[in-house]
């Protein structure tokens, strides 16, 4: 009895290490594919955030990271006493939700718009034409959009006084500063972020759009009822994705937007951090502020990511 | 980073010209010839044997143009006089701050660089820069150039030390400037200085924008431009508003408070900009853009340095061959009190340092190069070049220039580095007569009407303004702008004003007080 128990024991270490073996040997070339992008993460992505802890520092370039004083959460009760935080808040959260709702949705509709055009060559200049933007860099576009919009020399501008119109202040008026950088976000990103959807598109079964046919379902109700569900899981992940970087509005374009007469809707966390960090050198609050940011994010993300799954959708983890 | 960087340089450019040219007194005779000049010149090459062979990072501002390689021939001959090996950085000049404190955090500053005001007080403190008292005086013409007692030598530095070698040049860099063929095609006459009014400005901007100066037919030129402040402080200053701080009453107070003078002030703006006078961009134009302007035939009046005169009466010509460009310099406007004034330059800035973490031998060899560069021999080479190679005699017995000199801008690093004391350094061996003529009278017209800073180097002692100042001014700045385009009335200059001095300027206003105390 002991005896037989002792030879199972045996056979069955054998065939686990055994097994365990032939595994390795299969799977060892795919880890090995993992590696670089899992060093690449630890690296560029894991290791810079213990640069973190220079948020709880009085940091010294001069001093370096380890002697620099420790000041506990002094820099995020100066984050959120600062006076101007509630207006910081603001427009972020008002840029973030524009472009989370309303500049999220034309690539869903570009997509669906392309999707409908039958001449292949027209529909494959269209959507080149839409998605050269992406490779154009803000510099560019807000350059662009001066040349067009300034109110001395700007093209539409002489053309309008020379029509008998007034000229618009559209770079420097508070008013258009929202709109401006939404339609600029759009101009840019929409034509690429189609491409997702459009691949997903040509996925979904034809014969389902033959089924709608021969019930009489119109274009439109075939949108509705065929194409729109079935899109509905890449809408929602992508949707998760975006709110991670809800918070995130991107720099570069800000600031290239921002001027004196705009400050109040364009000042945002980023132009802030960069003021503070860069301009008056202060790294310390700097990293609390985008601290601060990542954390918001963080908990964007997940609480969407539950949401997801609680609605009975895949979501992104 | 590096893409958010440049960007973030376009963005900046509005302040930082800098440093141009130029200079008073002695220093406009012409440099004397290269062997000529034993008096001076100290003993760097017969006293040190500089055996080892040591390498020296260096910075400087870049604001474009050619570039200097490592091989430049200036930099080889320096590397073979000194034994060193040199290495520049050359950083673009509206982004040169934010690089330091990007090199500071990454522990890659240079072993000898340019700071400006702002962070050679922060970095004074952290020990950033090497005490120079006591390495000053072992170097003969360097302590003779920057006495330690002179007064831009204590300006931003604590009691008895000295952390950097400060700029003594300009008093007075900039005063307006003016289009005369432009005056002359409109009928108009140059004005005396006595008849500069600002109206007489306006009336001169508003032909300019209206008339069609250029006669191209299109009314296309500009009244009056200017990017965030620069362009138009010698308007600023006819109204009194003062050049940041100035004295009243025994105390000093900051412009911001001058709520009378500010209404004078935007009551014309607002006219021009209504008017179209004043360049409806002016929120938006960068300096780059500004120059753009006067190179291209669209601004006739403007505040600069005549240095640029030439250039930009070039520059036209070439571009529209029909013109015949004449630059003339006035006085600055005078306003409504009868005041007048062009902005001091700042005192004692920027302020070269020496990296702390440099050890003696780098130190000797970096103050070698110094106190050789302060000298009229190397003054004579740091800005004229290589003899043979950037300049040479001609067949007239006369000085002139090669090929090589426009290329490779021997004159860089004297320029955008380190200079001696003084403002000769746009003087060439080859500069006439006339030349050296115009730039005494310029200068004599810029330095008439100083507007100084009551307060220059003062703020910075002032904990509220460090912390406060800079999102402080901008709130104001953007209710100036806002009244001027007409989206907020002048009266709101008003609580602009009481906005600034509640957040903290009164904190500011008493902190600057007492440093002038404690000075």
Same mark, same amino acid.
């Given at each position: 009895m002991n005896q037989i128990a002792q030879q199972t024991q045996n056979n069955r270490k054998i065939d686990h290490s055994v097994l365990r073996k032939k595994y390795l040997q299969r799977a060892l070339p795919f880890?090995?594919?993992?590696?670089?992008?899992?060093?690449?993460?630890?690296?560029?992505?894991?290791?810079?955030?213990?640069?973190?802890?220079?948020?709880?520092?009085?940091?010294?370039?001069?001093?370096?990271?380890?002697?620099?004083?420790?000041?506990?959460?002094?820099?995020?009760?100066?984050?959120?006493?600062?006076?101007?935080?509630?207006?910081?808040?603001?427009?972020?959260?008002?840029?973030?939700?524009?472009?989370?709702?309303?500049?999220?949705?034309?690539?869903?509709?570009?997509?669906?718009?392309?999707?409908?055009?039958?001449?292949?060559?027209?529909?494959?200049?269209?959507?080149?034409?839409?998605?050269?933007?992406?490779?154009?860099?803000?510099?560019?576009?807000?350059?662009?959009?001066?040349?067009?919009?300034?109110?001395?020399?700007?093209?539409?501008?002489?053309?309008?006084?020379?029509?008998?119109?007034?000229?618009?202040?559209?770079?420097?008026?508070?008013?258009?500063f929202r709109f401006v950088w939404l339609f600029q976000n759009i101009w840019q990103g929409a034509g690429w972020g189609a491409i997702i959807y459009l691949a997903s598109i040509a996925s979904i079964d034809p014969a389902l759009y033959e089924a709608a046919k021969v019930d009489g379902a119109s274009k439109l109700r075939q949108i509705w009822s065929i194409t729109l569900p079935s899109l509905k899981t890449v809408i929602?992940?992508?949707?998760?994705?975006?709110?991670?970087?809800?918070?995130?509005?991107?720099?570069?374009?800000?600031?290239?937007?921002?001027?004196?007469?705009?400050?109040?809707?364009s000042d945002v966390f980023e132009t802030y951090v960069y003021r503070q960090g860069l301009v008056q050198g202060d790294f310390s609050y700097a990293t609390a502020v985008g601290l601060f940011k990542s954390v918001v994010g963080l908990v964007m993300v997940v609480s969407a990511n539950a949401i997801a799954k609680r609605l009975g959708e895949e979501g992104v983890y | 980073l590096k893409q958010f960087m440049k960007t973030a340089v376009i963005g900046l450019l509005a302040f930082s010209f800098v440093t141009g040219c130029s200079s008073r007194g002695d220093g406009n005779s012409n440099p004397p010839d290269a062997s000529a000049s034993p008096a001076t010149t100290n003993p760097s090459s017969a006293v040190a044997k500089n055996e080892k062979k040591i390498q020296i990072r260096i910075a400087a501002k870049f604001w474009g143009g050619?570039?200097?390689?490592?091989?430049?021939?200036?930099?080889?001959?320096?590397?073979?006089?000194?034994?060193?090996?040199?290495?520049?950085?050359?950083?673009?000049?509206?982004?040169?701050?934010?690089?330091?404190?990007?090199?500071?955090?990454?522990?890659?500053?240079?072993?000898?660089?340019?700071?400006?005001?702002?962070?050679?007080?922060?970095?004074?403190?952290?020990?950033?820069?090497?005490?120079?008292?006591?390495?000053?005086?072992?170097?003969?013409?360097?302590?003779?150039?920057?006495?330690?007692?002179h007064e831009a030598m204590k300006v931003l530095n604590p009691k008895g030390k000295v952390y950097g070698i400060p700029e003594v040049s300009w008093i007075v860099r900039d005063t307006v400037q003016i289009r005369k063929d432009w005056l002359d095609k409109l009928g108009m006459k140059v004005p005396t200085a006595e008849e500069f009014t600002v109206d007489k400005f306006y009336e001169i901007a508003k032909a300019f924008a209206k008339q069609d100066p250029d006669g191209n037919g299109l009314n296309d030129t500009i009244g009056f431009a200017g990017g965030y402040a620069i362009e138009n402080l010698a308007l600023r200053n006819a109204f009194g508003i003062a050049n940041e701080w100035m004295k009243k009453d025994g105390k000093l107070i900051p412009h911001q408070t001058q709520v009378e003078e500010y209404t004078a002030f935007l009551t014309f703006m607002k006219k021009a900009y209504d008017e179209g006078v004043l360049d409806r961009d002016f929120v938006l134009r960068k300096s780059t853009e500004l120059n753009e302007m006067k190179y291209s035939?669209?601004?006739?009046?403007?505040?600069?340095?005549?240095?640029?005169?030439?250039?930009?009466?070039?520059?036209?010509?070439?571009?529209?061959?029909?013109?015949?460009?004449?630059?003339?310099?006035?006085?600055?406007?005078?306003?409504?009190?009868?005041?007048?004034?062009?902005?001091?330059?700042?005192?004692?800035?920027?302020?070269?340092?020496?990296?702390?973490?440099?050890?003696?031998?780098?130190?000797?060899? #970096?103050?070698? !190069?110094?106190?050789?560069?302060? *000298? =009229?021999?190397?003054? @004579? +080479?740091?800005?004229?070049? #290589?003899?043979? !190679?950037?300049?040479?005699?001609? *067949? =007239?017995?006369?000085? @002139? +220039?090669?090929?090589?000199?426009?290329?490779?801008v021997p004159r860089f690093l004297n320029s955008n580095l380190f200079k001696r004391p003084g403002t000769d350094f746009n003087l060439y061996l080859w500069t006439d007569e006339a030349e050296l003529n115009r730039h005494k009278e310029y200068t004599a017209i810029a330095e008439k009407y100083p507007w100084p800073n009551a307060a220059m180097g003062?703020?910075?002692?002032?904990?509220?303004?460090?912390?406060?100042?800079?999102?402080?001014?901008?709130?104001?700045?953007?209710?100036?702008?806002?009244?001027?385009?007409?989206?907020?009335?002048?009266?709101?200059?008003k609580q602009a004003s009481s906005a600034w001095l509640a957040n903290g300027g009164d904190q500011i206003i008493k902190e600057i007080n007492e440093a002038v105390k404690n000075k």
């Amino acid at each position: 009895m002991n005896q037989i128990a002792q030879q199972t024991q045996n056979n069955r270490k054998i065939d686990h290490s055994v097994l365990r073996k032939k595994y390795l040997q299969r799977a060892l070339p795919f880890y090995l594919m993992i590696l670089p992008g899992l060093i690449y993460f630890l690296v560029f992505r894991y290791g810079p955030m213990f640069g973190l802890f220079i948020a709880f520092k009085k940091y010294s370039p001069f001093r370096g990271v380890w002697k620099s004083e420790w000041v506990g959460i002094e820099h995020f009760v100066r984050l959120f006493s600062e006076r101007d935080f509630m207006l910081l808040l603001k427009n972020t959260l008002y840029l973030s939700l524009l472009d989370t709702f309303i500049g999220f949705s034309f690539p869903i509709i570009i997509a669906i718009l392309l999707n409908e055009v039958r001449n292949k060559y027209f529909k494959n200049s269209i959507q080149t034409i839409l998605y050269a933007p992406h490779f154009l860099s803000w510099v560019i576009i807000v350059g662009i959009t001066m040349l067009f919009f300034r109110t001395q020399d700007g093209g539409i501008n002489v053309m309008l006084e020379a029509m008998g119109f007034s000229r618009i202040n559209v770079m420097t008026n508070p008013n258009y500063f929202r709109f401006v950088w939404l339609f600029q976000n759009i101009w840019q990103g929409a034509g690429w972020g189609a491409i997702i959807y459009l691949a997903s598109i040509a996925s979904i079964d034809p014969a389902l759009y033959e089924a709608a046919k021969v019930d009489g379902a119109s274009k439109l109700r075939q949108i509705w009822s065929i194409t729109l569900p079935s899109l509905k899981t890449v809408i929602l992940i992508m949707f998760i994705l975006r709110l991670g970087s809800f918070i995130d509005l991107g720099f570069e374009h800000i600031f290239l937007l921002q001027n004196p007469l705009n400050l109040q809707v364009s000042d945002v966390f980023e132009t802030y951090v960069y003021r503070q960090g860069l301009v008056q050198g202060d790294f310390s609050y700097a990293t609390a502020v985008g601290l601060f940011k990542s954390v918001v994010g963080l908990v964007m993300v997940v609480s969407a990511n539950a949401i997801a799954k609680r609605l009975g959708e895949e979501g992104v983890y | 980073l590096k893409q958010f960087m440049k960007t973030a340089v376009i963005g900046l450019l509005a302040f930082s010209f800098v440093t141009g040219c130029s200079s008073r007194g002695d220093g406009n005779s012409n440099p004397p010839d290269a062997s000529a000049s034993p008096a001076t010149t100290n003993p760097s090459s017969a006293v040190a044997k500089n055996e080892k062979k040591i390498q020296i990072r260096i910075a400087a501002k870049f604001w474009g143009g050619p570039k200097w390689a490592d091989d430049h021939p200036t930099i080889k001959f320096l590397n073979e006089k000194f034994n060193v090996d040199i290495k520049l950085d050359l950083i673009n000049g509206p982004e040169y701050d934010e690089k330091l404190k990007v090199m500071a955090a990454s522990g890659s500053l240079p072993d000898f660089y340019p700071v400006d005001t702002s962070t050679y007080l922060a970095w004074q403190s952290e020990g950033a820069f090497l005490e120079l008292t006591d390495w000053l005086p072992k170097y003969p013409n360097l302590i003779a150039a920057y006495p330690l007692e002179h007064e831009a030598m204590k300006v931003l530095n604590p009691k008895g030390k000295v952390y950097g070698i400060p700029e003594v040049s300009w008093i007075v860099r900039d005063t307006v400037q003016i289009r005369k063929d432009w005056l002359d095609k409109l009928g108009m006459k140059v004005p005396t200085a006595e008849e500069f009014t600002v109206d007489k400005f306006y009336e001169i901007a508003k032909a300019f924008a209206k008339q069609d100066p250029d006669g191209n037919g299109l009314n296309d030129t500009i009244g009056f431009a200017g990017g965030y402040a620069i362009e138009n402080l010698a308007l600023r200053n006819a109204f009194g508003i003062a050049n940041e701080w100035m004295k009243k009453d025994g105390k000093l107070i900051p412009h911001q408070t001058q709520v009378e003078e500010y209404t004078a002030f935007l009551t014309f703006m607002k006219k021009a900009y209504d008017e179209g006078v004043l360049d409806r961009d002016f929120v938006l134009r960068k300096s780059t853009e500004l120059n753009e302007m006067k190179y291209s035939n669209k601004l006739g009046i403007f505040s600069y340095h005549n240095n640029y005169k030439l250039d930009i009466e070039d520059a036209v010509k070439k571009t529209f061959p029909n013109t015949n460009p004449k630059i003339v310099v006035m006085a600055p406007p005078i306003g409504p009190n009868g005041n007048r004034g062009n902005n001091n330059s700042s005192f004692g800035t920027p302020n070269r340092v020496i990296n702390a973490k440099a050890d003696k031998e780098k130190i000797d060899r #970096i103050l070698q !190069i110094l106190n050789w560069w302060v *000298t =009229d021999e190397g003054s @004579q +080479i740091m800005k004229n070049g #290589i003899e043979g !190679i950037h300049y040479k005699k001609g *067949t =007239d017995g006369k000085w @002139q +220039i090669t090929d090589r000199w426009e290329p490779e801008v021997p004159r860089f690093l004297n320029s955008n580095l380190f200079k001696r004391p003084g403002t000769d350094f746009n003087l060439y061996l080859w500069t006439d007569e006339a030349e050296l003529n115009r730039h005494k009278e310029y200068t004599a017209i810029a330095e008439k009407y100083p507007w100084p800073n009551a307060a220059m180097g003062l703020e910075n002692y002032s904990k509220t303004a460090i912390a406060k100042s800079a999102s402080l001014n901008a709130k104001f700045q953007e209710a100036v702008f806002k009244i001027i385009v007409g989206d907020q009335p002048i009266d709101s200059i008003k609580q602009a004003s009481s906005a600034w001095l509640a957040n903290g300027g009164d904190q500011i206003i008493k902190e600057i007080n007492e440093a002038v105390k404690n000075k």
